[in-house]
């Protein structure tokens, strides 16, 4: 079992940034793999940023220009440092996390809450 929290969502006008965290807590082996989805409405869940604990990071398409992930192994913790946003980045962004990366691409990984990420003037 793995718990995720995440924090950081919020408003942000266009060209903006902003930061998410997701801290997990829970069998490590659990969440050797974390990471990023985001669903807008209407949309299918869509792959942000994925990062195992040894720092191996895989985007999704057209994520990489923009956004960035990186973890704290310390803390437990996954960061999503987003810039220059768009109102397309509108969605709520999910943390996920599990034994591995193909496991999350399968979306078959835990789940946080989900934090809304709102762009707009």
């Known amino acids: 079992q793995v718990q995720l929290v995440e924090s950081g969502g919020g408003l942000v006008q266009p060209g903006g940034s902003l930061r998410l965290s997701c801290a997990a807590s829970g069998s490590r082996f659990n969440f050797n793999a974390m990471g990023w989805y985001r669903q807008a409405p209407g949309k299918q869940r869509e792959l942000v940023a994925l990062i195992t604990g040894g720092g191996s990071t895989h985007y999704g398409d057209s994520m990489k220009d923009r956004f960035t992930i990186s973890r704290d192994n310390v803390k437990n913790t996954i960061y999503l440092q987003m810039h220059s946003l768009k109102p397309e980045d509108t969605a709520v962004y999910y943390c996920?996390?599990?034994?591995?990366?193909?496991?999350?691409?399968?979306?078959?990984?835990?789940w946080g809450q989900g934090t809304q990420v709102t762009v707009s003037s």
């Open positions: 996920t996390a599990g034994p591995s990366v193909l496991l999350l691409l399968k979306l078959s990984g835990s």
